[in-house]
Nanobody, 125 residues
């Protein structure tokens, strides 16, 4: 059974930064396609970034490019999302997700099989 646990969310001032973590158990992340999404109440889950495998290609939503970085720590079996220049519009619950096998498109929640419980990010103006 794969379990994903996010952490690192919280309250930050506009212009600030956060590093979100996603610790995995039950599966080695280095060969697993992983993604970060976010969701506001009443809205669809929104793609942020994806990593196909350790050292492999990464993909970013346009509104994340230049201020977000997805990365992995293989010994810790942990995925990260560094977000800079945060704005109040970035306030959401942030989720990490993993695929059982490589599927496209990476930007669509339906191609992911495992999800964490989410971590709240609140950006104050």
């Amino acid at each position: 059974q794969v379990q994903l646990v996010e952490s690192g969310g919280g309250l930050v001032q506009a212009g600030g930064s956060l590093r979100l973590s996603c610790a995995a158990s039950g599966r080695t992340l280095s060969t697993t396609a992983m993604g970060w999404f976010r969701q506001a109440p009443g809205k669809e889950r929104e793609f942020l970034a994806a990593s196909t495998r350790s050292g492999g290609p990464t993909y970013y939503a346009d509104y994340v490019k230049g201020r977000g970085t997805i990365s992995r720590d293989n010994p810790k079996n942990t995925l990260y999302l560094q977000m800079n220049s945060l704005e109040p519009e970035d306030t959401d619950v942030y989720y990490c997700a993993a695929q059982k096998r490589l599927r496209v498109p990476f930007t669509t929640p339906r191609t992911y099989d495992y999800w964490g419980q989410g971590t709240q990010v609140t950006v104050a103006s």
